[in-house]
């Protein structure tokens, strides 16, 4: 990677800083893997606020007013990405060589073409985690496993990133993106659903919420501890 920074540190612009964008960010400035650039949200308030986060970077108001940069992440959320691409494929700071990368882990790195097409190379990286809290995400980050798929010379520079932060990397088949997402969502997104309806069905029993939840909390963490241990067909309770 050739980069635009003293000292060989290699230079970040963050285009959509949003929980995992700052999360994200904010670690790889801490490890000096990257060195922050511009950061532009949708928003100048919100991408000053992403820069305080990150104590580090510029705030930008437009593509074309980010810095020169080796790797882009593309933060933004799933339904923008390809608008978001196009426009910094458009904008002329985009170089040949660069690296572009989004972390959703329901779409391919396909979606970035228009950024090939301008001689960068693309990358999906999906952190199996919940950032639903940046702060107290950048300090339980370190072992969350890490989906990765695109081009060979992206991977080359995003492993090695998220290696520094401790992410557990492993290969994804983009074609089977879909699928790999719809795991995760149903592992987990279900999982919230259900303990919402567990608490509705004890409240229409006469129990307050409250109790419900101290409840549910130790059967809750006891099954999950089951499953993990003894695996799923064992941990179903007779």
Partial sequence: MTT???GNVPVLNIIGGGKVGKTLGYLWREAGVFRLGGVLNRSQASSAEAVAFLQGGQAVAE????PPADAFLLGCADNHLADCCAELAASGVLRAGNSVFHCSGALSSALLEPAR???AHIASAHPVKSFADPRRAVQDFAGTFCGMEGDAAALAVLQPAFAAIGARCFALNAEHKTLYHTASV???NYLVALQEVSLQTFG???VGRELAMQILEPIV???VGNIFRLGTAQALTE
């Fill in 204 to 206: 229409q029993a006469g």
């Fill in 186 to 188: 149903i592992a987990c």
């Fill in 117 to 119: 097409e301008v001689g």
């Fill in 63 to 66: 593509m074309a007013e980010l």
């Fill in 221 to 223: 963490l006891g099954t």
């Fill in 4 to 6: 635009t920074s003293a």
